[in-house]
């Protein structure tokens, strides 16, 4: 099965600007979670998606903002950019279960607001 | 909200040492605890987990312990390797939720040759 795909790999926005960012989960995975990486705060979780609805959201303002497609495929926008949101921003697919589920990481889209 | 806290932020051991890492966490619905091990520039991959219902689970050099009275648990590398050099995330999944992790903050181990 192919991994967790993400694009595009790398992104220089200016403040201000908007992004769309892309995550092809794995085939029969349902559920897409995203998350914000960076030095100084770690991995923050920043939603949670399962059949096209937001199921889970992290303490990030509504600048950040989710969609899932009826194929499980999931975007996140951000939107007036800020110096603050230059990270890595990773997607990760898992399957549906009672409890957690292993969750399998992309190789994240790195970030750079300028 | 859940917090994670994990120590130390950093490891130095001798390749053949074991290591030991250690997560507290606040939430006493969460029910599954994954270690996620990260090299650099690459994205972070699961190396071991756990769920509420045990308290230990293994897998070969790698084994994970759970006290869930305490709210903690630890991940135990035995005979330590120069490629196990890496940063190592402990997580927990808040409220018991199915796709929001709580990461610990991250230890990075390095294993001298």
């Known amino acids: 099965k192919a991994g967790v795909t993400q694009t595009p790999r790398y992104l220089i926005k200016t403040r201000g600007q908007q992004v769309t960012l892309s995550c092809s989960p794995i085939?029969?995975?349902?559920?897409v979670s995203w998350y914000q990486q960076t030095p100084g705060q770690g991995l923050q979780f920043l939603f949670e998606?399962?059949?096209?609805?937001?199921?889970n959201k992290g303490n990030f303002p509504g600048r950040f903002s989710g969609r899932q497609f009826s194929n499980s495929r999931s975007e996140m926008n951000v939107s007036t950019l800020e110096l603050g949101d230059s990270a890595l921003y990773l997607c990760?697919?898992?399957?549906?279960?009672?409890?957690?589920?292993?969750?399998?990481f992309g190789p994240g889209t790195r970030l750079t607001v300028l | 909200g859940e917090n994670v806290e994990q120590h130390p932020s950093t490891l130095s051991v001798q390749e053949g040492d074991s290591a030991v890492i250690k997560c507290t966490y606040s939430?006493?619905?969460?029910?599954?605890f994954p270690w996620y091990k990260q090299e650099l520039g690459k994205r972070p991959q699961l190396i071991i987990d756990?769920?509420?219902?045990?308290g230990e689970k293994k897998d070969q050099r790698i084994a994970v312990t759970l006290n869930k009275t305490a709210k903690h648990f630890s991940l135990h590398i035995t005979e330590t390797q120069p490629e196990d050099s890496a940063v190592y995330f402990c997580?927990?999944?808040?409220?018991?939720?199915?796709?929001?992790?709580?990461f610990g903050k991250g230890t990075k181990l390095s294993v001298k040759p």
């Open positions: 990760a697919s898992s399957l549906v279960a009672r409890y957690g589920n292993e969750q399998f």
């Open positions: 085939s029969g995975h349902r559920s």
């Open positions: 998606y399962f059949s096209e609805t937001q199921r």
């Open positions: 939430d006493s619905a969460s029910n599954y």
């Open positions: 756990i769920r509420s219902n045990v």
């Open positions: 997580a927990v999944n808040y409220g018991g939720s199915q796709g929001n992790l709580i």
